[in-house]
């Protein structure tokens, strides 16, 4: 009987208000009223940290280094960078086993419990993952993606001698 409006906070990167758009239109066609706020990324990262939000959307680099469990922090109960205050036993028992196992299956195994968990509890929604593509000919040197980063632009690209 009360009607249910949140406010979704966005930034312009990679869609971002597009996507938050997106699910506002969908929350509408089942009677949620959502207002979207478009900040810049500084903005909505201290909302983020202070709990400033309903609901809210962002890139997030998820395995810098190959292995997620820094990323899967964001949703572990006793974490400081759980800003949404998620809480599950059976995840966090499972996260704090996998600080310690050194097993690569077993470590796979235990991170796709953990994804199944987030994923079953709607904790988050993943909107997609974004193909990149980077160009060079022979006149430049060190033009090199890595799989796991979008910061291309370095001092590493030369003009080749």
């Not at 690569?104 to 709607?122: F, G, N, P, S």
């Not at 993943?126 to 980063?149: E, F, L, P, R």
């Amino acid at each position: 009987g009360k009607n249910i409006e949140l406010n979704f906070l966005t930034y312009d990167s990679r869609n971002l208000p597009d996507f938050a758009e997106g699910v506002s239109s969908q929350l509408e066609k089942i009677g949620i009223k959502v207002n979207v706020k478009k900040t810049d990324a500084d903005t909505e990262w201290n909302m983020l940290v202070a709990g400033e939000y309903d609901l809210l959307n962002t890139n997030w680099m998820t395995v810098q280094d190959g292995d997620p469990y820094g990323y899967l922090d964001n949703w572990y109960g006793k974490s400081n960078a759980n800003y949404c205050g998620y809480k599950n036993d059976e995840y966090d028992k499972i996260y704090e086993a996998l600080s310690t196992e050194m097993n690569e299956e077993k470590r796979k195994d235990m991170i796709e419990k953990l994804q199944q968990i987030l994923i079953d509890d709607a904790a988050v929604m993943i909107h997609g993952y974004y193909n990149s593509n980077m160009s060079s000919n022979k006149s430049v040197t060190g033009a090199n993606i890595s799989v796991a980063d979008y910061y291309w632009i370095t001092t590493a690209i030369k003009p080749a001698k």
